[in-house]
């Protein structure tokens, strides 16, 4: 066990083309998203675990000696589904959980911290087969909270950079280039799965119509593939031309299947204004959307598009995909935001 | 369009008025108070042309220098191929010459074509006109009978009839056009909704009579260059684009069934089912390149109202439809206009599957119409 501080941050992820086609058994394309989040990790000698996480208000801790005393055989396997329900009742107990706390996330990150503590620190540093493991480490917390995610999300976490993803297959994109966006949060909530639901549906009612869109937009992440490829040895103009076609065609093929919303059409027409180009991320009917930066772009315009953006109530942020997966870093190399918010300032 | 895809081509109730007064002035006249255009000419001029050249009443097989003598004859200026003006007079002689020879003498009369339509904004206005002018032509020389009865306010051509008179039509809109589909003077003479699929015009039973709002964005385009730019956007990327048509023709298909549907019994649902299809098409359109911020802003405002719009034609602005379901209350209907044309657009409230080439009695029209036909 290090006695050293350590911090590590992991990006979150986008996915650039085939959401809602995926479903259905189509490619997508998910990429890291340089909008990280950042783990500071200090040993000490207070004979306590203590998980701070200021975003949501958790703040607790567990007396070291106290969990050592229970019976953790049930995590030999390290795998969440193996655990039986009692298994789970302890592990919600040991937590502090209240009755209905599977509803709240706030416990779910708290469930997911003590599992992984106890599974991997009973035994007691990044090459492939490091990242391997810690994705297979990762994937087990998002079971606890999600209970049945696709792995796409932590994968992209662990290693950055684009995978592609396909009926249950993930593989990488090799060394994407890193493209700048802005991601924009459109603050209007939705249900993923009524959106969902809503494409089988017009999907079962218009089998002709609806089918050849899902073909299009594979045929678009297939083609954003390509390009990614090309643009890894040598970038050009052109290649950002074919992606901000791409995302345009894939907008357009996101309404037809019903998963537009008017916030979404507002962000792409704010966007169109400034010359630049939009799609919807994810489910739609609201939620976020990304817009391409092409390099030749000058400052003011970007921040142009950025206020109007914000203009219309939605968060903005620039940053950018293809980010570097799961990093660890020394504290001085850090922002002082951050470290202060890890601070809990 | 282009590949073997389906195109849905409906009659529009924006209706080109025609109406032919025979007299013994030893004239004829062509009035055109939309475009500006009165023209006389001599009979006895006429009469003296060597117009053999008309014998097969095919316009293509016009020479060049046929060609040229038929401009003079009209007494267009040098340039008048690229002004619509001079092409409507072109093909209002060649009609009454290529249709009214066989009379023993050539008739004296005054033709005055006023139309609900505007120009240049693809909504067939020159197939209206060319089939108006081959319908009076033939039924002032006889060569079909004037269906209207006494009392009757409008009356229709049989099958044969109508026949005959597209295929005059289409000989003027080859004048107009040069080389013409046929889709539209065939909609104007049958009315209704057709398929058009490579080159292949069939009629649907009984379209029912669909109520729409028809917008003008008055945004200029070249039909043209949106074609050659959605070619282009297929020949870069085949494997995005190809599907995209595919999924327009279903479109195309799943409205024929149930417009089919409706002519026995419509039910809300089907409303439904259609409007669904228009926002699904107009995203289509989109993703090709033939949108346009005009159109964009066009949808916006139905949406607000509830409705649901589609362009029609080329795109890059030009019209765009509006369905009206029959359940709308007329205040709904009016605040939606008023928003278009609070944009800068021209809003008609109409119909689509209107009756084609019709006779109507004088006493029938509504006075705009009579006082525009007497260039009032």
Redesign the interface.
């Known amino acids: 066990m290090l006695s050293e501080v350590l911090l590590v941050s992991a990006p979150g992820k986008v996915i650039l083309h085939g959401e809602h086609a995926v479903v259905h058994g189509k490619v997508a394309l998910a990429v890291a998203l340089n909008l990280r989040t950042f783990l500071r990790l200090q040993p000490h000698s207070t004979g306590k675990v203590g998980l701070n996480l200021p975003n949501i208000g958790i703040k607790q801790a567990w007396d070291v000696a106290s969990l050592q005393l229970l019976d953790t055989s049930f995590l030999e396997q390290g795998d969440i589904t193996a655990l039986t329900p009692e298994q789970v009742e302890k592990l919600k107990e040991v937590a502090g959980c209240p009755e209905d706390c599977a509803n709240d996330h706030k416990w779910l990150a708290v469930l997911a911290f003590l599992f992984l503590y106890l599974s991997i620190c009973r035994k007691q540093r990044w090459t492939e087969e490091d990242l391997e493991l810690i994705n297979k480490w990762a994937f087990q917390g998002e079971r606890v909270i999600h209970g049945n995610p696709s792995g796409v999300d932590n994968t992209v976490s662990t290693w950055g950079g684009a995978l592609r993803y396909q009926q249950g297959k993930i593989s990488s994109l090799k060394r994407p280039p890193a493209l700048k966006i802005l991601l924009t949060n459109t603050k209007v909530p939705r249900s993923t799965k009524a959106l969902v639901a809503g494409v089988r549906n017009r999907l079962l009612k ?1 089998p ?3 089918a ?2 899902l ?2 937009i594979e ?2 992440s ?2 954003c593939e390509r390009v990614l490829a090309e643009m890894a040895s040598a970038p050009t103009p052109g290649h950002y031309l074919v992606l901000e ?2 995302i ?2 894939n907008q ?2 996101l ?2 299947l019903g998963v537009g919303h ?1 916030s979404l ?1 507002q962000l792409c ?1 704010v966007t ?1 204004a400034h010359g630049l180009h939009s799609k919807l991320t994810g489910g739609g009917g609201g939620g976020c959307g990304i817009t391409l930066l092409r390099p030749d772009l000058q400052r003011l315009e970007v921040e142009a598009a950025k206020q109007a953006l914000t203009g219309c109530g939605f968060d903005c942020w620039e940053t950018s995909i293809g980010a570097p997966g799961v990093s660890v870093h020394a504290a001085t190399s850090l922002d002082a935001p951050i470290l202060q918010a890890l601070d809990g300032i």
């Open positions: 218009f002709e119509i609806v050849p869109v073909t299009s045929a678009i297939l083609e076609e791409l345009d065609m357009h093929h309404n037809a008017a059409d027409q169109t």
